[in-house]
């Protein structure tokens, strides 16, 4: 399935604007990146480890903002979504408004470049953003590090960063992620079979910002 993080910047905003006509058309929130296991594997952690409700907690290219309204549901109160597409946050705020929760905030921003606003989560969630950084064709390896000094920025010391990625085995991004941060846990993600060898589709990994 395509998703619009493997598409160039230009085309963000034209796949966000498909989806913010079809929700408007029928109500159809649009493609959950990585399906709605990767959000439960997500809240599951959370409620775990006791991560308490009123933690800040910020979803980093939050996309339709769904994964911002099933924390919502799970009882999670202090709730921020960024991205880079203006199409990405009407669409949220739609699905914000539908569901009824306005305590979700929502914000165009380029996490790249983040406003100074931009700090002091407790915790921060990226599913597909920093695949979508790794494949950008225009200095990959630079923008890697910007993502990287970024997150340092906006989160706080000892506080949690989830992220979910297709593209990054868990000791690519144990190498990507070692400045600044530790590994907490590997979560468990679905398992294919191919030429008999079994792999992961999908990494998913807990840090710690040290």
Same mark, same amino acid.
């Given at each position: 399935?395509?998703?619009?993080?493997?598409?160039?910047?230009?085309?963000?905003?034209?796949?966000?604007?498909?989806?913010?006509?079809?929700?408007?058309?029928?109500?159809?929130?649009?493609?959950?990146?990585?399906?709605?296991?990767?959000?439960?594997?997500?809240?599951?952690?959370?409620?775990?480890?006791?991560?308490?409700?009123?933690?800040?907690?910020?979803?980093?290219?939050?996309?339709?903002?769904?994964?911002?309204?099933?924390?919502?549901?799970?009882?999670?109160?202090?709730?921020? #979504?960024?991205?880079?597409?203006?199409?990405?946050?009407?669409?949220?705020?739609?699905?914000?408004?539908?569901?009824?929760?306005?305590?979700?905030?929502?914000?165009?921003?380029?996490?790249?470049?983040?406003?100074?606003?931009?700090?002091?989560?407790?915790?921060?969630?990226?599913? #597909?953003?920093?695949?979508?950084?790794?494949?950008?064709?225009?200095?990959?390896? #630079?923008?890697?590090?910007?993502?990287?000094?970024?997150?340092?920025?906006?989160?706080?010391?000892?506080?949690?960063?989830?992220?979910?990625?297709?593209?990054?085995?868990?000791?690519?991004?144990?190498?990507?992620?070692?400045?600044?941060?530790?590994?907490?846990?590997?979560?468990?993600?679905?398992?294919?079979?191919? #030429?008999?060898?079994?792999?992961?589709?999908?990494?998913?990994?807990?840090?710690?910002?040290?």
């Amino acid at each position: 399935i395509s998703s619009p993080f493997f598409f160039p910047d230009s085309s963000w905003d034209a796949a966000y604007e498909r989806e913010l006509q079809t929700f408007q058309d029928i109500g159809d929130t649009g493609e959950i990146w990585f399906g709605e296991e990767s959000m439960v594997r997500i809240i599951r952690w959370l409620e775990k480890h006791k991560v308490p409700l009123d933690s800040s907690v910020l979803d980093i290219g939050t996309g339709n903002g769904v994964l911002l309204v099933e924390l919502a549901k799970s009882g999670y109160m202090n709730l921020t #979504g960024i991205d880079y597409s203006p199409s990405a946050i009407q669409l949220s705020e739609k699905v914000r408004e539908k569901e009824g929760m306005s305590n979700i905030k929502l914000k165009v921003e380029d996490f790249l470049a983040p406003s100074a606003e931009l700090s002091g989560f407790d915790i921060c969630i990226d599913k #597909g953003t920093f695949d979508a950084v790794s494949l950008d064709p225009s200095d990959a390896v #630079g923008k890697r590090k910007l993502y990287v000094g970024s997150l340092c920025r906006v989160l706080k010391p000892e506080g949690f960063f989830l992220i979910t990625s297709c593209n990054w085995t868990k000791e690519e991004l144990l190498n990507e992620f070692r400045e600044g941060f530790e590994i907490l846990e590997e979560l468990p993600t679905p398992k294919f079979c191919f #030429g008999g060898r079994i792999g992961n589709s999908v990494t998913a990994l807990v840090f710690q910002r040290k």
